[in-house]
């Protein structure tokens, strides 16, 4: 067989990136949550027989596919290599083997040419419901959590394990969901394994080895050199947030050396007894992740292209949980991370990163049934319902931060429309959030301001997933801190940032989430970009006063401008 030329191998590999953005798109025409429909919680990949991550969906979350990129390995190990076998499909949610949390599922299909194993395609998706306590942070140990799926076959040899799949109908809210959930994974990688037959049959090739080599040595070496380019040295990041019922710090030391970055989470909190503690996988998916955007965001996701970034964590610290510890919220500790991350590398690359944003989803779940203090209503129905959310982005050293903008999970916002046709919910306001964004030379990116409450005839418990209450965003080079985030019934009764609380029938929860933090001395912001967001209502006439110095009169003229439609002259 002659070689293949470089630029083939090229050829392949864009090709490689597109089967699997088909792979992630198939996942979301038919999956049947609105987490993956509408926010695209999900991540798709294909990897080498020996389980190496070749590329990724450019759609998806860093903590599902960096998570995922180690996910494999432990499925080959499960399931032996040997009981491996065409039209097999695996299954688990083990969050220390799969990506952190009971509420995801991953699928893994190998790929079979011409009768011969040649790749596995992998996928993992958000479930709305997986049983037990339901999506919250109130559990004490991941028992309580919902239902475990340890690595196991789906599908074995073309049959259906039919066994699993009533008992996993038999311990979830959501039957119907989330088998049809499990089945669209099946589906997508099936997808996946098509596409890249008619690659394998285009370019005459009869196993991977030679594509796979050049994508993990080429990775290897580009990430190597991005690295060997920056200043050697060591420096401290901390971070303190909510935590559950009481504050956690999150502390790094990272270390640029000419073989590596090291980051090294030692000092950081112990284990919480509530569930927002996070499997190592989790940590080292968004540390990862972090480090990418800063040093090397050109360079495609795989295997190699990570390998040069180690992560260490005591074990028993909150972002090194182990067996059993509850993790339900994860993310809120692991969206954290990488804010936490260039705190230090700040100090290492100044000018290069971001200051603090919202950083966690501003995720909550309702659980809606009949009203229990009168009478139901007709066809009454019970729901779970689950809405993606965000606050706003901290700002960059040249730019604003992004308004309502998930970094770093960078999931989509959910569409009011498509969370209330799921069940008896109405969201009665969704709106940006005028001055939630630090100030700055860059001014951080705003939150949102949100209502939500029942029909008439229902009442709900409301499952909380906020942070940045008690510990909103800190600026970066002399910027302004993000507003913090705020939950009350609408009569102003106080409601806690995390766990199950009841919502009577008739009442509405108000939230406010979190903006991100501003860049920068907001002396130095330019004078029409403070006009600017006076006229699109983004900072408030007092704030334009204060926080930037706009004139009276010029304030007025520019609301006034703003009132008739028009944006204030560039000057």
């Not at 108000?510 to 004078?527: K, S």
Request: a negative charge; glycine letters at 12%; aromatic letters at 6%.
């Amino acid at each position: 067989m002659p070689e293949i030329s470089k630029v083939a191998h090229q050829v392949m590999w864009n090709r490689l990136i597109s089967v699997v953005e088909e792979q992630a798109q198939a996942l979301i025409r038919t999956s049947f949550s609105t987490s993956v429909r509408e926010a695209g919680d999900l991540s798709a990949g294909v990897y080498n027989e020996k389980g190496e991550m070749l590329a990724q969906a450019v759609t998806g979350t860093p903590g599902h596919v960096n998570a995922m990129a180690d996910a494999v390995a432990h499925f080959i190990r499960r399931i032996g290599r040997d009981n491996i076998a065409e039209g097999d499909v695996y299954i688990t949610n083990n969050p220390w083997e799969g990506t952190g949390h009971l509420h995801d599922i991953t699928v893994v299909t190998p790929s079979f040419h011409n009768g011969h194993h040649v790749s596995f395609f992998a996928c993992t998706a958000h479930i709305v419901d997986i049983g037990g306590r339901g999506f919250g942070a109130d559990a004490n140990s991941v028992y309580e959590e919902g239902l475990h799926i340890p690595i196991m076959k789906f599908v074995d040899r073309g049959t259906v394990n039919e066994t699993l799949v009533t008992i996993i109908r038999g311990n979830v809210r959501e039957p119907d969901q989330l088998v049809g959930d499990i089945y669209a994974l099946a589906t997508c990688n099936e997808i996946g394994h098509r596409r890249l037959i008619d690659m394998m049959v285009e370019f005459k090739l009869a196993d991977l080895a030679g594509i796979s080599d050049f994508i993990l040595t080429n990775s290897r070496q580009a990430t190597l050199d991005k690295i060997a380019a920056l200043p050697r040295g060591a420096a401290d990041g901390h971070m303190r947030i909510d935590g559950y019922s009481r504050p956690i710090d999150l502390k790094v030391k990272i270390s640029i050396e000419p073989d590596g970055v090291l980051c090294d989470w030692t000092g950081t909190s112990g284990v919480d007894k509530n569930g927002i503690n996070v499997p190592l996988v989790y940590t080292k998916a968004y540390t990862c992740y972090a480090l990418k955007c800063a040093i090397a965001p050109e360079i495609p996701n795989n295997a190699a292209s990570l390998e040069p970034f180690r992560i260490t964590a005591p074990e028993h610290t909150i972002v090194n949980a182990v067996w059993p510890a509850p993790v339900a919220l994860r993310h809120i500790i692991g969206h954290m991370v990488p804010d936490t991350i260039y705190d230090a590398l700040d100090k290492l690359l100044p000018g290069l990163v971001p200051a603090e944003g919202a950083g966690s989803l501003c995720n909550f779940q309702v659980s809606l049934r009949p009203r229990s203090d009168g009478p139901w209503p007709a066809d009454p129905v019970r729901a779970e319902v689950l809405t993606f959310n965000s606050g706003g982005s901290g700002a960059r050293p040249a730019l604003d931060g992004m308004n309502a903008t998930a970094f770093p999970s960078g999931v989509m916002t959910m569409p009011v429309e498509a969370t209330e046709q799921v069940g008896p919910v109405i969201v009665w306001r969704k709106e940006l959030r005028p001055d939630s964004g630090g100030k700055g030379q860059h001014r951080g990116g705003l939150g949102q301001h949100m209502e939500v409450g029942a029909w008439e005839g229902y009442e709900f418990d409301i499952q909380a997933m906020f942070d940045r209450v008690h510990h909103p965003a800190r600026g970066r080079r002399g910027g302004g801190g993000g507003a913090p985030t705020t939950i009350a019934l609408d009569d102003g009764t106080a409601m806690k940032g995390k766990g199950k609380q009841f919502v009577p029938h008739g009442r509405k929860v108000v939230m406010a989430f979190p903006g991100g933090a501003g860049y920068g001395a907001a002396a130095n912001r330019a004078a029409n970009r403070v006009e600017r967001d006076l006229a699109l209502g983004y900072v408030s006439a007092e704030a334009a006063r204060t926080d930037y110095g706009l004139s009276e009169d010029r304030v007025a003229e520019v609301l006034a401008t703003s009132r008739r439609g028009e944006l204030p002259r560039q000057r």
